[in-house]
Every structure is written in structure tokens, then in C-alpha cells.
């Protein structure tokens, strides 16, 4: 029994039944691939705290999708972003700290990104050159949030209003 769920399990792999997932890196990363790649590509940043319920549900219900997965990573460079990490970031000619605060606190990266509304989860889009194009908060099913991914990632966002485009 071992042996043909053990064969299973590697056929999976070859045959594409094996899930497709987001590949995450970090802020300097996709920023680093952004500066250098010949045809860069958006930066999508999903802004999360380990406390937060509806950043856990996001995660497993809408960036675990396969479609979703498949989308993002080839329209986006995707970064998940703790709002509340401890280390330092250095990133367009800035220093990015933690500022504590009560049992908790922030990142002054995630406070930049978010201007000041710390509300979770918030994703952010961004163009190849690290300019906001829009923070998105609150949860996301996979089609809401597809809808959202392609109004920026197919460069829509450039000659139709999201009103338009959404209905």
C-alpha cells in the first residue's frame, strides 16, 4: 500500500496534479528583480500579521488557489510582508524599522505602504518601478481578488476606471 501511494504521490508530481503555488520573496527581492530584469514585472505585496484571522483565511482559501497562484506568479513579483517583523529593510534609499509599540507594534514600511491604516489583510499593487498603483483591503474570495489581480496586472487600470471595469 505504501509503494503505490508513494508512486501516486511522485506521478502527481510529473502529471501537474501537484498544486501550483504563489512564489513568495521578500520586499528586496522583487525589488532587486524589478531594477534588473529586462521585462520586470508588477510587484503584488500582501501585507499580514501572525494574529490576524482573516489574513490566515486569505491565504489558504484565495492565494492557495491554483488560478490565482498561476496568475500571480506570472504577472507579479509577489512579496508576503509581515507588518509587524523586527528587521530592518533597506529599500529605495531608505532604512525601514520596527517601532514598538505597546505588547506589539509596527513596521515603518508596512505604516509607508499602508499609509498610516494599518488594517489587515491589505494587498498592494504596484508597478515595476515601486509606485503604488493601489492598497486593497480587507479579505478577498479568489474571484473578487482575480478580478482586482488582472484590472492591474493586464495594465487595464491605464485607460479604464475600476467602476467600468468592474461591471
Not at 509503494?3 to 527581492?29: C, D, N, P, R
Not at 507588518?83 to 531608505?94: F, M, P, V
Request: glycine share 4%; with cysteine; hydrophobic share 40%.
Amino acid at each position: 500500500m505504501r509503494k503505490i501511494l508513494l508512486v501516486l504521490a511522485v506521478l502527481a508530481g510529473f502529471t501537474g496534479w501537484a498544486q501550483e503555488k504563489i512564489q513568495w520573496m521578500s520586499i528586496e527581492k522583487a525589488y532587486e528583480l524589478s531594477l534588473t530584469e529586462e521585462n520586470p514585472k508588477k510587484i503584488f505585496i500582501d501585507v499580514y500579521t501572525d494574529w490576524c484571522g482573516w489574513c490566515k483565511r486569505m491565504d489558504k482559501a484565495t492565494f492557495q488557489n491554483p488560478e490565482v497562484a498561476a496568475y500571480m506568479n506570472e504577472h507579479y513579483y509577489n512579496v508576503k510582508f509581515n507588518a509587524e517583523q523586527k528587521e530592518d529593510i533597506s529599500i529605495l534609499d531608505n532604512t525601514f524599522k520596527f517601532i514598538a509599540q505597546g505588547k506589539r507594534g509596527y513596521h515603518e514600511l508596512a505604516a509607508a505602504l499602508l499609509n498610516g491604516k494599518m488594517s489587515y489583510p491589505t494587498v498592494i499593487f504596484m508597478n515595476h518601478k515601486f509606485e503604488m498603483l493601489s492598497p486593497v483591503p480587507g479579505y478577498q474570495e479568489p474571484p473578487q481578488f482575480m478580478k482586482v489581480a488582472n484590472f492591474f496586472g493586464s495594465n487595464a487600470y491605464k485607460d479604464t476606471a475600476w467602476k467600468d471595469y468592474s461591471n
